[in-house]
DNA sequence: CTTGACCTTCCAACGGTGGGAAGGTGCAGG
DNA sequence: CCTGCACCTTCCCACCGTTGGAAGGTCAAG
C-alpha cells in the first residue's frame, strides 16, 4: 500500500501521515526502490487507531501515550482507563466554559431588539466598564479564559 | 497610559496588544517622544470590548466585524444579534461534538475494569477494524471531525 | 513516448499566544 | 550625575495540527 490507499483507508491525509511519521508519533514507513512509502496491514491498524482517537479529541501527545500502551501487552487496563477518564474530565470542563458562553450570549441577545434601530445591549454590554458575566454562579469563569475558539 | 498600564487594566497582554494592533484589529496606537505606545481612555474601552468578546469566545474576525459595528453609530442591532446568533449555534455544535465524544469515552470505560490486567476494551476497540461511535443516532459525526484539541 | 496520477522533500501559512534577545527610556536613590 | 531597575521598543522563534504549494521523481495506461 501506498500513502495515497492507507490515506483513503484511514481518513488521514497523506500530509498528516508524513507528519505523524517525521513526529516520531508511528514509526518510519519501509520505502520501495522507488523511495515511495509502503505500508502493512499493521501500519493500517495503527493508523486506524490514530484516527480514532483523535476523533475522540485525544491530543497527539496523549495518543501517544495511548499507543505505548497498546503495544505493550503487559498493560494495565488502569492505565488506559486513567487517561481516557481524565481526558473526559477535561472535554467536560470545556463544556462547561462553552455553556457558560452560550448562556451570557443569549442573555445578552434576549435584551436586543434585532432590528433596524442601531440600540443593542450586546455591543453596550461589550463596551461598558462592567464586567460582562451577568450570571454570579459561576465565579470562577474569569480564571478560565484562554482556550481554544470556536470556528 | 503606557501599554503596560492598559495590560494590567484590560487583563490582554502587553504582546497581544501589539499583536492586534499589528494585525488591524485595532488602530495603531499614538507615540511618545520615546517611541512609547500612549494609550487613552478610548482606547482603553476599545480593548476591554476585545477582550470581553474573546473571553465569549468571538475569534478576532468575528470582533473585526463587531466592532465596525460598535463603532457605526447607524448599525442595526439585528447585524450584531445575527453575528452572536451564529456564534451561538457554532458553540452549541461544539459542544454537541464534546459531548458525543464524552458519551464514547465512558461507554467504553465502562467496559474496562480498570485493574492491573491487560486487556482493555478501549484499547482493543479503537485498535479494531470497525468504527468507534457506539452512538447510532449521531450519525454525522464523521463528518465533523477536525477542529480543536482539548489540552 | 506521452500523459496524468501519484509520490518525494522542502518551505510557508493559519490563529493566538508565549518566550526571549538586544537595545532604548524613565525615574528614584545615593 | 551615576547607577540600577522597571519598563518600553523591535525582532525572531516556538507551540499545535493542519493545509497549501512548488519543484521534481515514478508508475501505469494509452
Chains 1, 2 share one sequence.
Not at 492505565?79 to 473526559?88: D, L, Y
Request: proline letters at 3%; one cysteine or more; glycine letters at 6%.
Amino acid at each position: 500500500m501506498n500513502i495515497g490507499d492507507i490515506a483513503k483507508a484511514t481518513g488521514i491525509s497523506a500530509k498528516m501521515i508524513r507528519y505523524y511519521e517525521e513526529t516520531g508519533l508511528i514509526r518510519a514507513a519501509n520505502r520501495a526502490l522507488s523511495g515511495y512509502r509502503v505500508y502493512s496491514d499493521n501500519d493500517l491498524q495503527t493508523l486506524r487507531f490514530v484516527r480514532r482517537a483523535r476523533d475522540l479529541g485525544f491530543t497527539v501527545k496523549q495518543i501517544d501515550d495511548l499507543l505505548t500502551l497498546w503495544r505493550d501487552r503487559t498493560r494495565a487496563s488502569a492505565s488506559v482507563k486513567e487517561i481516557a477518564m481524565g481526558h473526559v474530565a477535561a472535554l467536560e470542563k470545556k463544556m462547561q466554559e462553552l455553556k457558560d458562553m452560550t448562556d451570557t450570549l443569549l442573555h445578552l441577545a434576549s435584551n436586543c431588539h434585532g432590528d433596524d434601530r442601531p440600540d443593542c445591549p450586546i455591543l453596550r454590554t461589550l463596551g461598558s466598564a462592567d464586567a460582562v458575566a451577568p450570571l454570579p454562579k459561576t465565579r470562577d469563569r474569569r480564571k478560565t479564559r484562554a482556550f481554544d475558539r470556536v470556528r
